[in-house]
C-alpha cells in the first residue's frame, strides 16, 4: 500500500492534548490521533468517519458518542484514534443523507442501503494495519463492537476487546438493534 504521510502536529482539544497525523491513500486522507506517550500495549479505536455523529452529534447513530469516548479513553490509558475517511459504511455522505431520506420512511439502515443498490458494508481496514505498522505496534488493546474489525487486522495481535457500549435512545434503538441483529456487532 502506498501511503503519502504527513508532519506531526500538536492538537490540543477539550478532552486533552494529542498529536496528529494524516496518512493519504490515493485520494482518502486518515488521521491518526494519538498522545505523546504511546504504551506498548496501546488502547487504538479505529473510527469510520460520521460527519453527522461525530461533527454534528447526531443521535441517530451511536458514532459520535464513541468517537468522544474514545478519545477520552484514549487521553487517559495512552494511545491512538485512527480516524477513516469511508463516510456512511463507504457509500459517501451523498449517499448516507439519501439513505437517511429512506429510514424516515421507516427502512432500516440497512434495507436503505440496499434500496439504493448498495451492499451493506463497504469500509476497509488494511489502511488501519498500515498505520499501526507505521508506528511500529505490534500488540494492542482494540476498542471496538465490530467483529469485522476483529477479524479484519492482519499486523497486529489484538490483546483484548475493549467495548463500546453507548445507550441507545428513541432515535437510534432501531438502528443499533440492526447493527447488532444483522451486522453481529457485539452490543
Avoid: W
Avoid at 452529534?57 to 487517559?76: F, P, V, W
Amino acid at each position: 500500500m502506498n501511503l503519502e504521510i504527513s508532519k506531526v502536529a500538536n492538537l490540543p482539544t477539550s478532552y486533552g492534548d494529542f498529536k496528529i497525523q494524516s496518512f493519504k491513500e490515493n485520494d482518502k486522507e486518515h488521521l491518526a490521533i494519538f498522545t505523546n506517550t504511546i504504551p506498548n500495549i496501546p488502547t487504538v479505536r479505529i473510527h469510520s468517519e460520521c460527519l453527522t455523529g461525530d461533527v454534528f452529534k447526531s443521535i441517530k447513530c451511536d458514532c459520535g458518542e464513541q468517537l468522544d469516548y474514545a478519545l477520552k479513553t484514549i487521553q487517559k490509558d495512552g494511545g491512538i484514534v485512527i480516524y477513516l475517511r469511508q463516510e456512511g459504511r463507504g457509500i459517501g455522505l451523498f449517499n448516507k443523507v439519501n439513505a437517511y431520506s429512506l429510514q424516515d420512511l421507516g427502512h432500516d439502515t440497512m434495507m436503505a442501503n440496499e434500496l439504493l443498490g448498495f451492499e451493506q458494508d463497504y469500509r476497509k481496514y488494511e489502511v488501519a494495519d498500515e498505520i499501526l505498522k507505521y508506528f511500529n505496534i505490534k500488540r494492542i488493546n482494540l476498542m471496538t463492537n465490530n467483529p469485522l474489525k476483529l477479524n479484519s487486522l492482519k499486523e497486529v495481535t489484538i490483546e483484548k476487546r475493549v467495548p463500546v457500549i453507548m445507550n441507545s435512545c428513541k432515535y437510534n434503538y432501531e438502528y443499533l438493534e440492526v447493527k447488532k441483529e444483522r451486522m453481529g456487532h457485539l452490543l
